[in-house]
């Protein structure tokens, strides 16, 4: 039976010792305080009921308007499509690529592959797929920019106001609630147990394939 675990840290390359069964928080290197690994209590279950949730409010702020600008009687909606309208429009084609791509294809991409791999994980049906989408969920994390879009709309509204009435949609209070939702699924989120339990996984199939 194992009593202690074996990390080396990908900053200073110093091999730490740590004794099991692991206390819940995070790991830091005692040399150079790098974060070794986050050793949260019911991780797996809670990315994927947070993957689920985050898929419906990233839907519904999507699909609905994020807020109505009421100016002398004359009403007008904005959605998350807007911006990116505009910004075409005006011939701005790369920042209205980047905008799509930051604020709705990676985000959309990230929870969705995000729900399947955790989904797996949670049910204990691990496929080959599992590799790929998790390498990719990795690469999309720097690239989803919902906080700063969020910042932006704040910016606008906060300007908006005193030209005329705001009216907030349903999109407005699912985009508010998906960003720290996220946020805190990126806090609790380990690669390392994830990578571990599909390690596991695979060699468990090995030794069925090999009996």
Same mark, same amino acid.
């Given at each position: 039976?194992? *009593? $202690?675990?074996?990390?080396?840290?990908?900053?200073? =390359?110093?091999?730490?010792?740590?004794?099991?069964?692991?206390?819940?928080?995070? +790991?830091?290197?005692?040399?150079?305080? $790098?974060?070794? /690994?986050?050793?949260?209590?019911?991780?797996?279950?809670?990315?994927?009921?947070?993957?689920?949730?985050?898929?419906?409010? /990233?839907?519904?702020?999507? %699909?609905?308007?994020?807020? *109505?600008?009421?100016?002398?009687?004359?009403?007008? *909606?904005?959605?998350?499509?807007?911006?990116?309208? +505009?910004? +075409?429009?005006?011939?701005? +084609?790369?920042?209205?690529?980047?905008?799509?791509?930051?604020?709705?294809?990676?985000?959309?991409?990230?929870?969705? /592959?995000?729900?399947?791999?955790?989904?797996?994980? %949670? $049910?204990?049906?691990?496929?080959?797929?599992?590799?790929?989408?998790?390498?990719?969920?990795?690469?999309?994390?720097?690239?989803?920019?919902?906080?700063?879009?969020?910042?932006?709309?704040?910016?606008?509204?906060?300007?908006?106001?005193?030209?005329? *009435?705001?009216?907030?949609?349903?999109?407005?209070?699912?985009?508010?609630?998906?960003?720290?939702?996220?946020?805190?699924?990126?806090?609790?989120? =380990?690669?390392?147990?994830?990578?571990?339990?599909?390690?596991?996984?695979?060699?468990?199939? %090995?030794?069925?394939? $090999?009996?």
């Amino acid at each position: 039976m194992k *009593t $202690h675990r074996h990390l080396c840290c990908h900053a200073c =390359d110093e091999l730490v010792t740590i004794k099991l069964p692991e206390k819940e928080g995070r +790991y830091r290197c005692p040399t150079c305080g $790098h974060t070794l /690994f986050k050793n949260y209590k019911n991780s797996i279950e809670k990315s994927y009921a947070i993957s689920i949730a985050s898929l419906i409010l /990233f839907i519904v702020a999507n %699909y609905f308007p994020i807020l *109505t600008f009421s100016v002398i009687g004359q009403n007008s *909606t904005a959605t998350f499509m807007t911006a990116i309208e +505009y910004l +075409y429009r005006d011939g701005d +084609y790369i920042m209205a690529i980047a905008v799509l791509m930051t604020t709705i294809v990676v985000p959309f991409t990230f929870i969705l /592959f995000a729900m399947i791999v955790f989904g797996m994980l %949670y $049910h204990g049906k691990i496929y080959p797929i599992i590799i790929p989408m998790l390498r990719i969920i990795e690469d999309l994390r720097p690239w989803g920019m919902l906080d700063v879009f969020l910042i932006g709309v704040l910016v606008s509204v906060v300007k908006l106001v005193k030209m005329g *009435t705001i009216h907030f949609g349903i999109s407005f209070w699912a985009f508010v609630s998906l960003v720290p939702l996220m946020a805190y699924a990126h806090m609790i989120l =380990d690669p390392h147990k994830v990578w571990e339990i599909i390690e596991d996984a695979g060699m468990c199939l %090995y030794q069925k394939e $090999h009996k």
